[in-house]
């Protein structure tokens, strides 16, 4: 499915989100005593650290000229008070590169902290939905190649996401996307099996939808999403769910929409690597992802998608319907 051109890039994107999931997995694990809150309240953990570190020094050694914009840095980890948090780090990155240090991993970190934007970068989140990690609910680990401004190849990685929703027995799936090629599904538990080609539904009634929106009701608008929902005529109950997970049900099928609105009075913009991925995995699986209004996300301002307002993401025909009903209700 996937043309050679980006075989290398895919290889590398693959292999380092395989080796970040299985560090989370283990934390996840056994969770307590590795979170630490940052300086804006938000939740951090050991496997965010972690992950991070194994995903740069992947780029950094294959790529060594690519950028890499990325959500965390090193600075709370040399701090006396969290000489425990980085003591974890160190024992759960050594388990994947045994050669690491404490000062080889905080560099490895670091190589993640460019902070503008170049023609051609990566953007990571390490632990997207660090909340639902903690919980013991969804997480992702988001990867994306961004070139003039638009996410080209991705690897997103859903340790916790069932294969089917309705049967969460069986789980753990890495999704990989390149620009105009498609969109594929890997099962995490096995690093030799072939790869499943995923397609949006071909939803073309918006009544017929199903929408996901987040599990934290801090981060969207909860009561919006369900009387946009109202209006579109859809009556299944919504999926709330943590992480760029819910772009890729988007993806495979399992949900049509992805409502991210801003609650009233909200200042709060978005991130890059909270949609980047996201976003290409969705489009190349046939569907559409656009802010609120309709707008392309524009990624040439990182880390902010500050021309943007809100998130959609549909299965393609019915997006501008969605769009439609947003506009109709803010009116
Ligand atoms: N007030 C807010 N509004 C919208 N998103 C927010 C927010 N505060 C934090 N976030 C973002 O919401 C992401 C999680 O999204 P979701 O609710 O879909 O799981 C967080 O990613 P991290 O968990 O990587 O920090 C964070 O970037
Ligand atoms: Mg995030
Ligand atoms: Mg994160
Ligand atoms: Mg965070």
């Not at 003591?87 to 503008?116: K, L």
């Not at 070139?147 to 789980?171: F, I, K, M, R, Y």
């Not at 996300?297 to 393609?316: I, R, Y």
């Not at 025909?317 to 969605?322: E, F, G, K, R, T």
Request: aromatic content about 6%; some cysteine.
């Amino acid at each position: 499915m996937f043309s050679d051109a980006t075989a290398e890039t895919r290889s590398v994107a693959l292999r380092a989100v395989r080796a970040a999931a299985a560090l989370c997995q283990t934390v996840q694990a056994d969770i307590d005593d590795t979170v630490a809150t940052k300086d804006d309240r938000s939740p951090v953990t050991v496997a965010d650290f972690g992950s991070q570190a194994l995903i740069c020094r992947a780029l950094q050694q294959a790529f060594p000229d690519t950028p890499v914009i990325a959500e965390e840095d090193s600075a709370m980890l040399q701090t006396e008070e969290q000489a425990h948090i980085l003591e974890q780090v160190v024992a759960r990155v050594q388990a994947h590169e045994p050669a690491a240090t404490a000062e080889s991993i905080c560099r490895w970190i670091d190589h993640g902290n460019a902070d503008r934007y170049h023609d051609r970068f990566w953007t990571l989140d390490p632990i997207d939905g660090t909340k639902g990690f903690v919980r013991g609910d969804q997480y992702a680990i988001a990867l994306a190649l961004v070139e003039d401004g638009v996410p080209t190849v991705a690897a997103l990685g859903c340790p916790n996401l069932p294969d089917n929703l309705d049967d969460p027995t069986s789980h753990g799936q890495v999704f990989v996307a390149v620009r105009d090629e498609g969109a594929m599904q890997f099962p995490l538990s096995d690093p030799d099996a072939d790869g499943t080609p995923i397609h949006t539904r071909d939803t073309a009634q918006a009544e017929e939808a199903r929408f996901c929106d987040s599990f934290v009701s801090a981060h969207s608008a909860h009561d919006k999403a369900k009387e946009v929902g109202d209006m579109l005529g859809i009556s299944a109950p919504p999926i709330r769910m943590d992480s760029q997970a819910k772009y890729a049900i988007v993806a495979r099928g399992d949900a049509d929409i992805y409502f991210r609105l801003p609650r009233p009075g909200s200042d709060y913009t978005e991130k890059i690597w909270d949609h980047a991925a996201g976003r290409l995995v969705v489009e190349a699986a046939g569907g559409r992802v656009s802010d609120m209004h309709g707008e392309p996300l524009d990624f040439t301002h990182a880390p902010l998608l500050s021309e943007n307002t809100g998130v959609v993401a549909t299965s393609g025909a019915i997006h501008d319907n969605v769009i439609q009903a947003l506009a109709d209700y803010e009116r």
